[in-house]
């Protein structure tokens, strides 16, 4: 949670990149060709030039094919990969790849009208298009990808340039891919069914229809379905997509919603409620039992479960001399207090230092598995998703799903991703968001250590400011969140980050802006979102060491919202 990392310099090339965004293309016509050669790296490098020895090709990871491209930035040099793609003048094409990585970066120089590029911050792979027009005299373009400064190593793979033949040759075009095969019903809420199949060769998407019309399109072979009534039965197909056409759907499957829960997890959360970090350490904050932690907050998420030797699971161990001599028994009765007075406790997982991964069903189960032993252990009421190494949309979402069958509706599920992980609603954390929306409870998502980024309006906004919070709030409020699951996180003090504190009463501006228009800054939103959830901070414990400042003035804002 403390001590996060980012480039301020960041803020440029986002501005950059901002202004050469272009929308996702349409489907390449039928007698385009593919005028990149090498695209998905099965020669080596053959084609291709990176800046500074930066790039390499590698067996795993791929997206398709037995080879991709990674390439490390290192100092000044962002690690740029290019080619040269011979083209037709006065034409369009359609340029894409799929990438992975921090800031991974997409584009082409040389068209002769307007340069374009455009970006994606997923850690997963992520299908990158844009498309550009060749001038009266242009033959020739440089498509290129890159990375940035102090990130990483970056994978690309499966570059394609769809249009007129330019006359260079270049990879053979795509066919056509298979019906999926495999398609199961994976889980199920009274709200949603989650589904799965196996991935097709050749496909860079599929679509999941419900009772024969078309309801999602995603990049992995799993897709839940939200919005459902409950104890009703769906019948859902998939089919698989490439640039060269759509496969025909796949045999139906059943599934049958549950007869209760859905809307949102929580239990009893208050409509409005403060969510802080207790601090399971000593590192010179005011070391607290939970029964100290001020009245003001309605979820504590006690900081943090541990990773274990088994892949995806976690303990918890107290620190009890840590923390003056506080017993495990002290603990449990002391969590068993707090949710007698209306509050829920949570165990929070990661943090700065966490180094929990979720990457396949097994680990899935295993997290799930864990993380409910532990609520019957200690009496949690819920888990908090705190990871700042990446996350597995896919399987977190599954784990959590898992989780949900086993505790029931009364489950509370929070997430605290860092700015840069709600950019975009195809970055894996809010991926995992939006699968989990039935059960989500609320994201407070963490407004400091952070540089400078995109808000709503595509504006480049500095932390520590009103502009900071409501411009970025606004991303996830339109990107699918409901208001109720939207929270903003910031430092009870100076001392509880390395940067990013506001004063509360920025901090309540911001609330009223987003919630009633008023006091906003620069930035004001398109409505109002009365039903916002609230707020969140480190720690309960740096706010006890500021003689609970930041709570007091907060908390009292929060509930009469």
């Known amino acids: 949670m403390p001590g996060r990392r980012w480039a301020g310099a960041l803020a440029a090339a986002v501005t950059a990149s901002v202004l050469s965004l272009t929308g996702l293309a349409g489907q390449a016509q039928a007698a385009d060709i593919n005028n990149v050669k090498n695209g998905g790296f099965e020669s080596g490098l053959t084609n291709?030039?990176?800046?500074?020895?930066?790039?390499?090709?590698?067996?795993?990871?791929?997206?398709?094919?037995?080879?991709?491209?990674?390439?490390?930035?290192?100092?000044?040099?962002?690690a740029q990969c290019s080619q040269s793609v011979a083209v037709k003048p006065n034409s369009t094409y359609t340029l894409s790849a799929w990438v992975q990585g921090s800031y991974t970066y997409l584009g082409v120089t040389g068209t002769g009208t307007t340069d374009v590029s455009t970006w994606t911050p997923n850690t997963t792979w992520t299908q990158l298009t844009t498309t550009f027009t060749t001038g009266a005299s242009t033959t020739s373009v440089a498509v290129w990808t890159h990375g940035w400064y102090g990130q990483p190593a970056y994978f690309a793979d499966d570059f394609s340039v769809f249009g007129p033949d330019g006359g260079g040759g270049g990879d053979p075009a795509p066919t056509v891919p298979a019906t999926p095969a495999g398609l199961a019903v994976s889980g199920t809420t009274s709200s949603s069914v989650s589904l799965a199949w196996n991935t097709v060769s050749g496909a860079t998407g599929y679509n999941v229809y419900q009772g024969g019309s078309k309801v999602q399109s995603v990049t992995g072979t799993s897709a839940t379905v939200t919005g459902l009534a409950a104890s009703t039965a769906y019948s859902f197909q998939v089919s698989a997509t490439n640039a060269a056409g759509e496969s025909a759907k796949s045999s139906a499957v059943t599934g049958t919603t549950a007869a209760s829960g859905g809307g949102g997890g929580g239990g009893t959360v208050p409509a409005h409620a403060v969510t802080g970090y207790w601090q399971n350490f000593n590192n010179g904050a005011t070391v607290q039992k939970i029964s100290a932690v001020q009245s003001q907050y309605d979820i504590i998420a006690v900081a943090f479960a541990d990773a274990t030797s088994t892949p995806g699971a976690?303990?918890?161990?107290?620190?009890?001399?840590?923390?003056?001599?506080?017993?495990?028994?002290?603990?449990?009765?002391?969590?068993?207090?707090?949710?007698?007075?209306?509050?829920?406790?949570?165990?929070?997982?990661g943090g700065q230092n966490g180094t929990i991964s979720v990457s396949d069903s097994a680990s899935a189960a295993n997290f799930a598995n864990s993380v409910y032993s532990l609520m019957q252990t200690y009496g949690f009421d819920g888990v908090d998703i705190d990871l700042e190494n990446g996350l597995n949309a896919t399987y977190m979402s599954q784990a959590l799903r898992s989780l949900s069958a086993k505790a029931g509706s009364s489950l509370v599920i929070t997430m605290a991703p860092q700015t840069i992980d709600m950019q975009s609603t195809s970055n894996s954390y809010f991926q995992t968001a939006l699968n989990i929306k039935d059960i989500l409870t609320v994201v407070n998502m963490q407004y400091y250590n952070s540089g400078s980024m995109l808000g709503c309006d595509g504006k480049v906004y500095s932390q520590g400011s009103v502009d900071f919070l409501t411009a970025l709030a606004c991303i996830q409020l339109q990107g699918g969140l409901a208001p109720s699951q939207v929270g903003l996180g910031l430092p009870a003090s100076t001392s509880g980050a390395g940067s990013g504190y506001v004063s509360p009463t920025i901090v309540n501006n911001a609330l009223d802006c987003l919630t009633k228009l008023t006091n906003c800054g620069s930035f004001k939103p398109s409505k109002a979102y009365p039903g916002l959830r609230g707020a969140m901070t480190w720690s309960t414990n740096w706010d006890a060491s500021a003689g609970n400042a930041w709570s007091n003035a907060v908390g009292p804002h929060v509930h009469a919202l």
């Open 314 to 349: 976690v303990s918890f161990t107290l620190d009890s001399a840590g923390l003056g001599g506080y017993t495990v028994d002290q603990f449990k009765a002391d969590i068993k207090a707090k949710q007698a007075a209306g509050k829920k406790v949570i165990i929070s997982i």
């Open 48 to 78: 291709w030039t990176c800046s500074a020895g930066s790039g390499t090709t590698v067996s795993s990871p791929v997206h398709g094919g037995s080879a991709a491209l990674k390439a490390t930035p290192a100092g000044q040099d962002y």
